[in-house]
């Protein structure tokens, strides 16, 4: 290991302790700031509302033993601000006796008839009441209502997680007893639960003795616990129902159809609960509360939690969070904003949408924005991210003596114009559609499918004209490289999942093999979108490894292994579609895909966009964009996609506009308020340099440029076609392996094997004494130590040093004896800052 530890600390760059924190100055000021004020004082009670989303004719029914109602009361104040008070009212049901209400505003039945409900609250002067009132009717506790099992038991299991993976929903079961996962298959659970093992985990005749119920009690072991209370809701309904001879419903029984989560939105003070209530609607038109029997989950643990009775509660972070509320296979989200409630001042200019739309989620939360970064910090932020590479020193200085207010918008011009710009985003796309060499014999097609992936990107060919190109694509790769796509991805179920989560932000997987645990797709909606890809043929080509891809005439369908129908043609949310035997399905697929009107195309790509240049998707992951994984900011995100469908697909406009904006511009460094803001861009949030990227950069700093197999003398890491090029430093610093179509496959984590890599790796040392390297430049040219140590700056960090740091690195110089080595042990002590190594 060089003996140079002690320049690290010598020359103190800035940033190196403060890119992933708030400084210990940043710190000590934030404890000691005054508490932001949040939501402020809500002012006088003006009235209060209950809110149960039941109500028909005034009326609230509650039909069947154990059927209940969770209520919510929201006070509504002066200032504006609603607030749940549900556990601050006093609750007075009359006549007494035919309901009873907690101190939650949970009603549960007591005995048959009809009553009002009443809310009462004192206001801040402890002298104005303010009530509300609802009406009760209590039906059906002494004919008691046939119990469902799809609709009343399978929730139950999933609340609880009995049918989870980890647990009886597993391939396999558990313990010899197996459900299907999330209860989607209810009628092969009720064979299981019923029929199985001779009946003996269901006794109607002494319920309470019945196996199910004594595990899920407690009263025997069972590895899973204690999960429910022998007074709960939950196992009163499963007595009820051993009880009557564990009915499984009538063909006839109305079904689910959806659920509702009141409230929908809410703004909420730091530190604050709010009790959500879960509507279920049926076919038939009537609604049920299903509260207690719906399975809750928070997107964002730090900011909010949620307990199994609905109630929510957020601790002092602020921002947006979302909990997610899952009920027979339907979902639902409840999205909260906790503000921390400062001022903050309108930027300068809006002119950009996306600065709007920012400002306009970061004025509601009240989080203030950190300020616009300096030129240098913009000009490398923007190299990095635009063509992936280091801004060279000829570069540097031209926009550092350049004052045309415009410099920043005429930067972005030249890097898009740049034949860097097709390099850096082709070989970002080559490996997400999996480009990858296997074998010698790929090299033509994975070379043909590059250089198609660049010539889309440096002509600026619209979104959706090359992404139909591709999924339209037949023929062989010297005719058409675009096929070299299908040489990879070869399965209609592959091509399906890949479609989806490439240019749908869909995650289909779940849905082959059973309904999507977290979303609306079924096994239906996921084979009627592989029929699109039924009759793709491959042939072997001429060549050795040449695949030609052909559309075979016939009917395309898929066949559900489920129900062993075959399924048509049919785009997610839509009818079936009758495609002509001789006509391929896949242009019916691209023209639904690249519409205008399609829900999912634009938005999953500046998604994916935004998650490119800010470091995290407004949807996070970014490939993973379901109703129950909400956008952090989703007037953003569906703005910028019509702003895009709009400019015609146009991805270089569409880079225009993100880093033309005063977000995309701002400081890394955080102010007393946003340093653990991540979710509402209110600040920069520095990333490491990609590995491609990182090499090189220090190819660039050292002037010795890496050499790989095949290729030209010269070509950058960023230039690279395939993954079929040998590398331990761009394996370590985690390029992806091209074997899915996940960008999680690209790792941006830093670990202590890229540490010792870049310390003590015969790479990286034998790049600083390479004999025509920079540093042998230096060292020959004896040039004074202000200008060596100046350009050095340039060529590493995009900036000249300031006073502290030129000092100490010109003393160290002027300390050694030999030069050659001083200078190596300056490269090699710059090139392991954290100011080097990060996109800040």
Not at 180 to 194: A, R
Not at 206 to 221: C, E, I, R, W, Y
Not at 614 to 637: C, H, I, Q, W, Y
Request: some cysteine.
């Amino acid at each position: 290991m060089r003996a140079t530890c002690c320049l690290l600390a010598l020359l103190s760059l800035p940033l190196v302790g403060s890119l992933y924190a708030a400084s210990p100055a940043t710190s000590e000021s934030t404890s000691a700031a005054v508490e932001p004020p949040g939501m402020g004082a809500p002012g006088k009670l003006q009235s209060i509302e209950i809110v149960t989303g039941r109500e028909v004719d005034g009326i609230i029914t509650l039909r069947g033993r154990d059927i209940a109602q969770q209520c919510v009361v929201l006070g509504h104040y002066e200032s504006g601000q609603i607030r749940d008070v549900t556990r601050d009212v006093q609750w007075q049901p009359q006549p007494a006796g035919i309901v009873d209400v907690s101190e939650t505003g949970y009603i549960s039945t007591l005995a048959e008839g009809d009553c009002t409900v009443t809310a009462a609250i004192l206001g801040a002067d402890d002298a104005t009441q303010q009530t509300a009132k609802i009406a009760i009717r209590v039906e059906n506790l002494i004919n008691d209502v046939p119990i469902n099992f799809p609709d009343q038991i399978t929730p139950i299991f999933t609340k609880f997680g009995c049918n989870g993976g980890g647990c009886h929903g597993k391939s396999g079961g558990q313990n010899g007893f197996r459900m299907s996962l999330l209860g989607f298959e209810p009628q092969e659970d009720y064979e299981w639960l019923v029929a199985e093992g001779r009946n003996r985990r269901v006794f109607p005749t002494s319920p309470d003795h019945s196996l199910l119920l004594q595990k899920a009690s407690g009263g025997v072991p069972h590895g899973g616990g204690s999960l429910v209370a022998t007074d709960s809701p939950s196992y009163r309904v499963m007595r009820r129902w051993i009880a009557q001879g564990m009915p499984y419903g009538s063909p006839d029984d109305p079904v689910v159809v959806g659920i509702d989560v009141l409230p929908l939105e809410m703004t909420m003070q730091r530190g604050s609960a709010q009790q959500l209530t879960v509507v279920a609607r049926y076919s038939d038109g009537s609604t049920q509360d299903v509260t207690r029997t719906t399975a809750f989950e928070s997107n964002d643990t730090s900011m909010a939690e949620v307990d199994d009775a609905g109630l929510v509660s957020v601790d002092k972070l602020s921002g947006s969070v979302a909990v997610m509320a899952r009920y027979q296979g339907h979902v639902g989200v409840f999205r909260a904003s906790i503000p921390l409630g400062l001022e903050v001042p309108a930027p300068e200019s809006l002119s950009n949408p996306i600065d709007g739309w920012v400002f306009e989620n970061l004025q509601e939360l009240g989080l203030p924005p950190s300020p616009t970064c300096d030129d240098v910090t913009f000009l490398r932020r923007a190299t990095i991210d635009i063509v992936g590479r280091l801004p060279s020193i000829e570069e540097t200085r031209e926009f550092i003596d350049d004052t045309d207010p415009e410099r920043r918008e005429k930067l972005i011009d030249r890097l898009l114009a740049s034949p860097d710009y097709a390099s850096h985003f082709a070989t970002k796309w080559s490996a997400i559609l999996r480009n990858k060499r296997n074998a010698a014999t790929d090299r033509e097609s994975t070379f043909a499918f590059y250089r198609w992936l660049h010539e889309a990107f440096d002509n600026n060919v619209p979104y959706d004209q090359w992404v139909r190109g591709l999924l339209t694509a037949s023929g062989s790769p010297d005719r058409n490289a675009a096929v070299g796509w299908y040489r990879e991805v070869k399965d209609p179920e592959s091509l399906t999942e890949d479609t989806a989560q490439l240019f749908m932000g869909l995650r289909l997987q779940c849905a082959r093999c059973h309904h999507h645990p977290f979303e609306v797709w079924s096994q239906q909606d996921y084979y009627g979108l592989t029929a699109f890809f039924s009759r793709v043929g491959r042939k072997t080509g001429d060549t050795p490894g040449e695949l030609l891809v052909v559309h075979r005439p016939g009917n395309a369908t898929a066949t559900n292994p489920k129900n062993k129908q075959a399924v048509p043609p049919t785009s997610l949310g839509n009818e079936p579609l009758t495609v002509d035997a001789w006509d391929d399905p896949r242009t019916e697929l691209a023209d639904w895909l690249t519409n205008p009107d399609n829900p999912f195309f634009a938005r999953a790509i500046v998604n994916r966009y935004w998650k490119h240049y800010f470091g995290r998707g407004l949807v996070d992951p970014e490939d993973d964009m379901r109703v129950t994984n909400p956008a952090s900011n989703p007037k953003l995100l569906d703005g910028l996609a019509q702003w895009f469908v709009d400019s015609g697909y146009d991805l270089k406009a569409l880079t225009h506009l993100i880093c033309t904006s005063q977000t995309y511009q701002r400081s890394s460094e955080p102010n007393d308020w946003n340093a653990d803001d991540k979710l509402n861009f209110s600040r920069f949030y520095p990333r490491r340099l990609a590995a491609e990227t990182l090499l090189s950069a220090i190819d660039t700093v050292t002037e010795v440029p890496t050499q790989f197999a095949g290729m030209p003398a010269g070509t950058s890491p960023y230039e690279l076609p395939d993954n079929g090029f040998n590398s331990y430093f761009l394996s370590v610093f985690g390029r992806p392996a091209g074997s899915s179509a996940c960008e999680c496959e690209r790792s941006g984590e830093s670990n202590l094997a890229q540490c010792l890599h870049l310390i003590n790796s015969k790479e990286v040392q034998s790049k600083l004494t390479g004999a025509g390297g920079r540093i042998a430049r230096l060292a020959a040219e004896k040039s004074a130590d202000d200008a060596l140590v100046e350009e050095l700056y340039l060529a590493a960090l995009s900036r000249k040093p300031i006073e502290t740091e030129a000092k100490a690195a010109t003393d160290y110089l002027a300390s050694k004896p030999d030069r050659r080595l001083a200078i190596e042990d300056l490269v090699w002590a710059i090139i392991n800052t954290k100011e080097f190594l990060f996109n800040h």
